[in-house]
């Protein structure tokens, strides 16, 4: 067996985190979780809808339609990510420094002000784990964690993987909780790295490697589905052509 | 080939819909300081735009539905924008949109940020002639405090419960690439039904395709429901690779290497500068 690939264990580690989940929708600039979209789907059944696929498994109407399924709680999970995410989940998407002329200024929003907040179990993800990616608070909220008592919020953050270590969030204290670190990594390396505080077990076990079988499927299946939306990722990762 | 005798509706549709030369033509009908609005990749109206620059084009309220990417970018750095309201801008995988960021963090380009389900829930309103639409999440984010014309209010219907309400947009264009119009207005958008949204919502739509065709468009029950009916095309216009580098799904892919060239020499004025005379600006020559 070839060693395993970082992006294989983050897969896999995000599936973990996707039970339960008849439908699962993947965003724009998302390779990593919709490879743990499809082998959850593969492992428990389901749908799998990937904005900006022509793939017939996995296309959708990106338009819309996949926000209106979103607030009827048609989709389950989705993945979001950030600039900057701190410690109670807020997300930043949008820059650093005073809004709007600001030193840094990143993307925008994309969906996150309307999903965040409708889907059930969205898994933030970011490969950068630092403490300028996860700093106490962020500079800018483009989205909340949490949210105050009677607005409509049955969505929200469920868990956060780095390419340190998985989080899980708890909604009611509006913390991160330490589940599992990936093989190489220390405790020590997290806490020099995380700019918040969080939760932890007394033990923090390490984050399950792939299976023989998890690996085969995203080598084989999954690494053709994700090089139609994501080309360069295949490529990159897979060494497949879209 | 067949031409069919246009019906007097037909006949009252040839009329509102102009056949133009070119999207320089297009272009021409757009003033300085209008509000317009393109949609999200693929498909994006890149001969339209590239048009508007070498018109010099100035102050363009843009509206992205509900994000863009090369389009917005080239428009921005091509000194049209004055105002974006979008969801968002980069170019994907690809890394961010560098006119977009200079231009933000400079304060030359005003922004309205928004999210995407509001963009297109606006343009729905729109689109109905309603003044406004809910919609849940926004609330607690910076994005909202930074949008006063966003309001929330109590849901009338249910006491406590909080929610958003976004003001319809009605952009006095829409501007549109497609695979193929008819010679009745009708333009073929394929599943792209938010691009049937923006031109209903739109005061005007212009819109550049890679081909005209001569049959009706109409007469085909799978081709039918997507068409932007040409009530509300003002013009159009044939602009073959007039998506490039983005793609026109059943004609091109995406040129991802023109966009991986055009967005490390756009991260200076002066490369980007390059590029306008490289891509955008020979097409004057050309006339």
Redesign the interface.
Known sequence: MTEVKLEERLITCIASYLDDCPHIAVG??S?IPGSAAMLAAERQGGKVSIIGS?HPKYRC?G???L?DQ??QGRINAFFLSGGQIDGQANIN??GVGD????????????????????VPKVILFRLEHSRRVFPEKVD?????GV??P???RPGGPHALVTNLCAFSFDKAKGRFRLDSLHKGTTLEEVQDNTGFAFDMPEHVPQTPEPTDADLTLIQSDIADAIAGP????ARQVFGKAA | MLILDPTPIEAHFLRMTQYLNSADDLAALIPDGAQVAIAKPPLSPTAIAGAMIRRGIKDIHLITS??QAYVADLLIGGGCIGLVE?????L???G??PR??AA????AL??K??????V?AAL?AGEKGQPFAP??????????A?RPDYKVIENPFEP????VLLPAIRPDFAIIHAAKADRFGNVWVG????LK?LAHAAKQTLITVEEIVDEDLRLDEACAPNLISGLYVRAVAEAKQGAWPDAA?GHYPFD?DAVIAYGAQARTEEGFDTWLNDHILPAVAAE
Request: net charge negative.
């Open positions: 724009v600039i390779p022509d109407d338009g819309v339609e926000f979103a607030g998407l949008h809004y709007p002329e600001m030193k840094v200024r990143w993307s925008g929003a994309f969906g996150s002000g309307y999903l965040y907040f409708l800018f909220i483009s989205s909340p949210s105050e009677g607005v409509h994501y080309p360069k990722f | 509900p994000t979008t969801s968002g801008v980069s994907g995988e690809i961010p949109a977009f960021v933000v963090k400079s304060g005003s922004i940020d928004s999210t995407c389900p509001a297109y729905q919609l849940r999440g926004l609330i607690g984010s910076e994005v909202l930074n406590g419960d909080d929610i599943g792209r039904h938010e949204s799904p991802e």
